[in-house]
């Protein structure tokens, strides 16, 4: 089967860090080969960030996040040099956008209103991890 190449949102990575449920959502992906996540140093720059503010760090431990940036590190194929453009309502998302076009992601996986009103970006389909994890059901389940 080819591979699927995807933009995970920052959000999803944070809640997976402090949240068991958000967490096996995300494994069911991380844990199937056919999945493949891009990354960027800005994701992790913005991972960082958010997940150190004071409300998050009470919530997970650092070995955690630690543990949690090897596993994603280790699925994913990084992208550099990012052309990033104004493409979204919110600046700070702009970075996703370059990072699935310069990859040949076909999805961003997000909660974000201000990247899913976009709904598509050139061939990157734009879509909420709960509809994602519906459409390839079939593959999710197999874990290779």
Known sequence: ????NVVIDVNWFVSACINAK???KLELLLLNDTIVFLIC????????E???????RKLTSPENIDNFKKLVTE?????????IKKQVRDIKDDYLVALALKGNAD????????LLILKKVKNT??????DFIDKYKNILNEIN
């Open 22 to 24: 958000s967490r096996e």
């Open 75 to 83: 699925k994913s194929i990084i992208i550099k040099n990012l052309s």
């Open 41 to 48: 140093k800005e994701l992790f720059d913005e991972f960082n």
């Open 1 to 4: 089967m080819k591979k699927i």
């Open 125 to 130: 389909i734009i879509i909420k991890l709960t």
């Open 107 to 114: 999805y961003i996986i997000t909660g974000d209103e201000d």
């Open 50 to 56: 958010v997940i150190n503010r004071p409300k998050f």
